[in-house]
């Protein structure tokens, strides 16, 4: 194979190559717009489904002039709800201007180190699942709560929409960890995407290890009864 044979396979093994290449990001490109999509589209549900429950039950249950439930069992319930609310209300406010990858990750680079407001909530999510059951038992209250669920135009119980925050931090770290897959690894996005898994993998790691010695103190007080 002479000179000119070799740099015109080279050429095409190079052209070859590109191609390849281009197929490959091409790819990725696509996989990581579908979960960018999944991850603004879910997070403007999860923002309307916060709003539902302070807007349209917590607050009106408040101002009921005869009231069926105290203000003290209210703040049980509903916990720091509002607080939930703001935190990603402001986040997602920066998502619409800018349903970028880089703007995704930037509104949660500055949302995660707000993660502890999930930690008073999940820890009291038990107690407050289980007063709403014992409140729903009156049959004032549950035909109240299904009345504001039909105003709202909401088809979810509340007792479904109260659970959504406790199931929301493990599941950013899974789309994060589908974003990541779909990320080129020598990429900036990349090692921003690793940073806020980082977080989410933490601080998911520590609201287990609290909830797993809040149960195991209790486990241990009922044995004790007996």
């Not at 709202?152 to 959504?164: D, E, F, Q, V, W």
């Not at 995407?193 to 933490?202: A, G, H, V, Y």
Request: hydrophobic share 40%; proline share 3%.
């Amino acid at each position: 194979m002479n000179y000119s044979q070799k740099e015109l396979l080279g050429g095409l093994i190079k052209s070859w190559i590109n191609r390849k290449n281009f197929k490959t990001l091409k790819v990725l490109k696509f996989k990581r717009d579908r979960v960018l999509k999944e991850i603004i589209d879910t997070e403007r549900l999860y923002v309307k489904y916060l709003d539902n429950v302070v807007n349209h039950f917590m607050i009106p249950l408040k101002r009921i002039d005869k009231p069926v439930i105290s203000n003290k069992n209210i703040d049980i319930i509903f916990q720091n709800f509002p607080s939930i609310l703001y935190a990603h209300q402001t986040m997602f406010s920066f998502i619409k201007h800018n349903e970028t990858l880089q703007g995704v990750i930037e509104s949660f680079l500055s949302f995660v180190p707000h993660l502890q407001i999930y930690r008073e909530y999940v820890l009291g999510y038990e107690d407050a699942a289980q007063k709403l059951r014992k409140k729903d038992a009156s049959t004032e209250f549950h035909i109240l709560i299904e009345k504001m669920a039909i105003e709202c135009g909401s088809s979810i119980p509340l007792a479904s929409l109260l659970i959504t925050p406790v199931s929301r931090v493990p599941r950013y770290k899974l789309l994060f960890d589908e974003l990541m897959k779909f990320t080129e690894i020598d990429s900036k996005e990349y090692l921003q995407i690793q940073q806020i898994r980082k977080e989410l993998t933490i601080f998911s790691e520590e609201i287990n290890k609290v909830v797993r010695e809040k149960n195991q103190i209790a486990q241990e007080k009922k044995v004790k009864c007996f």
